[in-house]
Every structure is written in C-alpha cells, then in structure tokens.
C-alpha cells in the first residue's frame, strides 16, 4: 500500500509541476493570446465528438458547429475581459480622478525624461490600470532639490480632464493620494508635508501667468498641439 501512495504521490507533484509549468507560461500571454489559446483547447471536444460520433455529418454541418461555437466564445471572453478589466480599474489607485487621451507616439521622452518604463506607467495611469512602477518625475527646479512639484502640477494639469486647478480640500487629498501612489522624483519620493502650501503658490502663480511658457512646452512636448 505504501509503495502504491509513493507512485500516487510522484504522479501528483509531477501533475502540479506540469500545471505550474503551463500557468506560467499563460500568465505571459497577452489576453488575445490567451483568447486564441481557449478558443483552440475549446474547439477539441467538439472536433473529437465529430470523430467517434456516428453520424455522417456534411462539411457544412461541421462549419456551421464551429461557427456557432465561435461566435459563444467570442461573446463569452468578451464579458469576462470587461469583468476582469473593471476589476483592475476599481483597483487602479487613480483616487477618482479621469484622464485625457494620450498618444505614447507623441509623448517628447527627452522633454520629460521618461524612459520606456515611464511612458508603459503612464499609459497604464491614464487608461486607469494599476501601475508596475511609479513614473519618474526629473524635472529639476532653480533651487536644485530632488524634483519639482509645480512642474509635475502643470504636467498633472494637462493630462487629468478638466485639469487641476481650484480644487476643494478633499479632492486636493485625493490628488496628493494619486501622486503618491503613481509619481516619484528621481531618486526619492514626493515629500507629502509640502504637498498643500506647494499646490497653493502653484495654483496662484497659474492664475498670474508666471507658467505659461511651461504650459505651452509640455502641451507641445504631449503633442497636443
């Protein structure tokens, strides 16, 4: 009996082995991927119940079948991706907040310093997916500190709808929560002790027209215009 649970048990692992081997490779598939690979695995058993079935089906029986099958799966894995997407976007950490359409084409990386990792997050921020990495701020303001809030303010201001200015405490809360989560300065995080006074000089200094060139900069180097 002994001998019978140790050939049971290597079966087991290797089966657990073979099925950890077959999600990891799953986990790399992109979700059109990973459709195409259900739909084929779901097309087996009906293309072996055509085999040992003992009807005579015609070719255009046969078409219609798959056809039909499709059009089930397709319909099915179109729901569960939208469950599955809503899923991740109530997740996102965008505390609320909706974002303009960006083109990563467009997006000047040597105006902003992004590199790769920085325009994948940022595309993940503003189509409200959860992020891998926080985006890399490097703007480097006069006074030659580790990063330049006003600057990632007039950035910020361009990229959520309706942008940023005048806003009440606690969406401001949400905002100091959203740059926290999504952005970083090079080399260090966002002091959140500065986040409200800094906000206030920026949104005066807006007003006064002390940004404008700043403004125009980024909206040309997001290819706004």
Not at 56 to 71: M, R, V
Not at 185 to 213: H, R
Request: no cysteine; glycine share 6%; charged share 25%.
């Amino acid at each position: 009996m002994e001998k019978l649970g140790n050939i049971l048990a290597i079966w087991i692992h290797k089966q657990r082995t073979l099925s950890k081997k077959m999600e990891s490779k799953a986990r790399h598939l992109s979700l059109n991927g990973l459709s195409i690979l259900i739909i084929i695995i779901s097309f087996i058993p009906l293309t072996l119940l055509f085999f040992i079935s003992g009807n005579n089906y015609t070719w255009l029986e046969i078409l219609a079948y798959y056809i039909f099958q499709l059009l089930l799966l397709l319909i099915a894995l179109v729901f569960v991706i939208g469950w599955f997407k809503a899923k991740e976007m109530a997740s996102s950490d965008v505390e609320g907040f909706s974002f303009v359409e960006l083109s990563s084409k467009k997006i000047d990386k040597e105006y902003f310093g992004f590199d790769e990792s920085d325009i994948e997050n940022l595309e993940l921020l503003t189509t409200l997916l959860p992020s891998k990495k926080k985006i890399v701020i490097r703007e480097v303001p006069k006074n030659k500190q580790s990063g330049n809030l006003r600057f990632l303010f007039s950035f910020l201001d361009h990229i959520i709808e309706d942008g940023i200015q005048g806003l009440g405490k606690e969406s401001r809360d949400s905002l100091s929560s959203l740059v926290q989560k999504r952005f970083s300065f090079d080399g260090s995080e966002i002091n959140p002790n500065t986040f409200a006074s800094s906000y206030s000089k920026w949104s005066q200094k807006t007003k006064e027209g002390d940004y404008d060139d700043t403004r125009k900069a980024i909206t040309k180097a997001l290819g706004f215009s």
